[in-house]
């Protein structure tokens, strides 16, 4: 039957033979997925409007085809492109020019289908780069397994020796240390510790950390991501924050290299325990290991061959008693600062701009809700108010530089609450109660001035008081000579204090600063009578006793 009757041609059903092209204009469409390459060494044809109607001329007649959307989809590409031209001839009653028959189908099939394949062809080309992806993985992995391996290469006794006091000290076992030092990127803190003219210091921090990545060139079992581990890190490698056990080894001199033969004359170590904060560790380190140990020391060279050595040696270590009182004020500082309550059930961060000031204050709930927050943090502040004017309680022998240090703490507690009442979170509640025009915030604000003024009479106070540190160093070095050279410039420090001083230069204050002076003389007697409290009154000569009284006496004649 001839297409022209509108039946379906007879060679539809005809098997295709290969290298031979039916009719473009025989209705069907391909399948999705399957795309026909344009043939080689000829361009496909611009994209074609699939609703435009098409028309392919042969030397006989013409054929129309509809548009491509109603193509018969029971045709495959290439069952269109193999009919052979002499069936058409034969079944259609027509003739069509192969070549040119076959090109144009082809072009046309091979746009229809690129089109209906163009998702399937980016989800292709998206997932072809997962294999290069995961050996670019297994390749990063064996590079840091060899790193490691790199690293292992390199322990030698004198590492072995580190690593024994490391255990030690640690609770841990060597294979379990050497694992640890591995874990870190590189060894050359060891290398330049043991190194001559090398760095002096090799530290080490064991602290709980993040599970290292597979940088560490090992896998870690169990390891989750964000989980926890105990870590050991090297010098610079560690984080900023101290929060667990730091070992340090320390060279005395550098002009020689270590090796296994003399590490253990030339290295020295010790631990300090930062677990419960790093003032903390600092403080009993001194005090439990540096200071008895200079107690103890009687070969002081050149120092104990003169008078003036033996002042220096005093000297010495009264200083480093200082420090440790003054590590004790600083963490009494820091224990004693103020933490305004947290809200947890309002979100001041939705308080900033006006438009949601306004909102809140409109809201009573909310107003309630920050009223009662105002109140709590006014109780807080008012308690540390009423403490501050309390009597201080303080030993019978305190000293002038005890004065110093309780101001010292006030002045930081008070800064601490202004920094909080200056901070967002109060601000929000106070902008919030101001356009709600809240009666509470008459009480605040006077509380705020009070709590102002006294920030500012503490900052005032360390500033003048800090002018005693120097001139009262005498009073703690146990010298009679100096003490008494050296009262005249207290007195004219504290006269200095008395007619500048905003607030200290009341006659209460004042006062009980000329006591703690006195308290301070009096002690420096007493030690020198018993040698800085090494021998009892009754242990020495009465001769001897007797002498060191009348120089006592001397000197605070001469001071008065």
């Known amino acids: 039957m001839s297409s022209e ?44 409007d699939e609703e435009a109607p098409l028309s392919v001329t042969g030397a006989a007649s013409t054929v129309e085809t509809g548009s491509l959307s109603e ?21 259609g009653g027509y003739r069509v020019r192969p070549k040119s028959a076959v090109r144009l189908g082809q072009s046309l099939l091979s746009e229809v289908l690129s089109q209906s394949s163009r998702k399937s062809s ?19 992995q064996a590079r840091f397994r060899e790193a490691r391996e790199n690293r292992k290469m390199k322990i030698d006794p004198s590492y072995k020796y580190i690593f024994e006091i490391l255990a030690e000290k640690l609770g841990l076992d060597l294979v379990t240390i050497e694992e640890l030092i591995l874990d870190c990127p590189s060894l050359d803190a060891f290398a330049q510790f043991f190194m ?24 870690i079992a169990g390891a989750t991501k964000g989980a926890k581990m105990m870590r050991l890190y090297i010098d610079n490698a560690a984080p900023e924050k101290l929060k667990g056990l730091c070992i340090f080894f320390v060279r005395c001199h550098n002009d020689i290299a270590i090796n296994v033969k003399n590490i253990h004359e030339e290295v020295l170590f010790t631990v300090l325990d930062a677990s419960t904060g790093i003032l903390p560790g600092i403080r009993n380190m001194l005090s439990s290991i540096f200071v008895p140990a200079i107690l103890a020391t009687n070969n002081w060279g050149a120092l104990n061959q003169s008078k003036q050595g033996e002042s220096e040696k005093h000297i010495f270590t009264e200083t480093i008693n200082r420090y440790l009182s003054f590590l004790d004020g600083a963490r009494v500082s820091i224990e004693g600062t103020v933490k305004l309550k947290k809200v947890d059930n309002v979100d001041f961060s939705k308080l900033h701009t006006f438009e949601e000031v306004t909102a809140a204050a409109s809201n009573s709930e909310m107003v309630r ?7 709590t943090w006014y109780r807080q502040i008012e308690q540390v108010l009423i403490e501050s004017e309390q009597m201080r309680k303080e030993a019978d022998d305190s000293g002038p530089l005890t004065e110093l240090e309780h101001w010292k703490r006030m002045s930081a507690k008070f800064n601490y609450i202004i920094e909080q009442i200056k901070g967002p979170s109060c601000k929000a509640v106070i902008n919030v109660l101001n356009v709600a025009h809240s009666k509470l915030l008459k009480n605040w604000r006077d509380l705020d001035a009070r709590i102002t003024d006294t920030a500012n009479e503490s900052k005032d106070n360390v500033r003048y008081l800090y002018t005693l540190e120097k001139v009262c160093q005498p009073l703690y070095n146990y010298d009679l000579v100096s003490m008494a050279h050296g009262i005249q410039n207290l007195i004219n420090a504290i006269r200095m204090i008395h007619g500048v001083s905003r607030y200290y230069n009341t006659s209460e204050r004042m006062t009980s600063l000329f006591i703690k002076v006195t308290n301070q003389m009096v002690t420096a007697c007493k030690a020198y009578i018993t040698d800085r409290g090494t021998v009892h009154i009754w242990d020495q000569e009465t001769p001897l006793v007797l002498k060191k009284i009348q120089v006592c006496i001397n000197t605070l004649i001469f001071i008065k």
């Open 369 to 375: 809700q920050l009223e009662d927050v105002l109140m």
């Open 71 to 91: 193509r018969d989809p029971a045709l495959s590409g290439s069952d269109f492109l193999n009919v052979p031209a002499s069936e058409h001839d034969e079944q």
């Open 196 to 219: 001559k003219d090398g760095c002096k210091t090799l530290k080490f921090l064991y602290q709980e950390g993040d599970v290292p990545g597979i940088e560490c060139g090992r896998t």
């Open 5 to 48: 009757e509108g039946g379906p041609p007879s060679w539809q059903e005809a098997p295709p033979s290969s290298g031979e092209a039916a009719p473009p204009g025989s209705e069907g469409t391909a399948p999705p997925g399957d795309e026909a390459p344009p043939p080689p060494g000829e361009e496909a044809p611009p994209p074609l």
């Open 122 to 140: 980016r989800y292709h080309r998206s997932m072809s780069g997962i294999p290069n992806l995961q050996e670019t993985l297994k390749e990063r």
